[in-house]
């Protein structure tokens, strides 16, 4: 079946850039998300693109999408400690069934 | 505007028991979806609905259930507990595709 994989861990210092990578195996997927998640709290949607855009900035956050590599990152500028949390990537599959990668844990250092 | 709710936040159940899940999602979205979150398994999709009926479904075996209210209000249930539901029940919903916004989940605990 579809598989997304993501590194498990980053640590970066504050103010830095941070890059979080992602694959995935479904070719025919129609989106892909970046979620956040804090301890003891649900998910929340940080940026998605749909699959024919090679990237889309929002702010901080910059996501590439390699289409022809299955291949997914996102980029937060000038990491923050409130940026510490698990990041997980996504994909859909049909309508809202969505596979998500294992997470990302992000540590920013000050 | 108020985000996905889910409720209750926290439950403790016996092996055995039944439990239900509800879930309002935003105003004006028709699409409810759960997902299940543990250690082991990370994040897995449950099933979703839209306008009512069942649009997709994961693996999971039949005790877990759902329904989707006309008011696009969602509840699931599972039956007859077992240790390994003990898990993070995430709701999302979504106007249709794309767009689609976690509540803060309600954490079963299952002894």
């Known amino acids: 079946g579809e598989d997304v994989e993501q590194s498990l861990f980053l640590s970066v210092r504050e103010g830095d850039s941070s890059v979080i990578n992602c694959t995935y195996t479904?070719?025919?997927?129609?989106?892909l998300y970046w979620y956040k998640q804090e301890p003891g709290a649900g998910l929340q949607l940080l940026t998605y693109?749909?699959?024919?855009?090679d990237m889309k900035q929002d702010q901080r956050l910059t996501v590439l999408l390699n289409k022809k590599d299955k291949h997914l990152s996102l980029r937060i500028a000038d990491t923050q400690t409130g940026d510490s949390a698990i990041y997980f990537c996504a994909e859909s599959e049909y309508g809202n069934k969505l596979v998500f990668g294992a997470g990302t844990i992000l540590r920013v250092k000050s | 505007k108020a985000g996905v709710t889910q409720t209750p936040r926290y439950l403790i159940k016996t092996r055995g028991q039944q439990v239900t899940l509800s879930c309002s999602p935003i105003s004006g979205h028709r699409s409810v979806s759960w997902y299940q979150q543990t250690p082991g398994q990370g994040l897995q999709f449950l099933f979703e609905y839209f306008s009512e009926t069942q649009r997709n479904k994961g693996n999971f075996p039949g005790r877990f259930s759902g329904r989707q209210f006309s008011n696009s209000r969602s509840e699931m249930n599972v039956s007859t507990l077992e240790l390994g539901d003990s898990a993070l029940y995430l709701c999302?919903?979504?106007?249709?595709?794309?767009?689609?916004?976690f509540g803060e989940g309600s954490r079963l605990t299952v002894l």
């Open positions: 693109i749909f699959s024919n855009m």
């Open positions: 479904d070719s025919s997927s129609t989106y």
């Open positions: 999302a919903s979504s106007k249709n595709t794309g767009e689609l916004f």
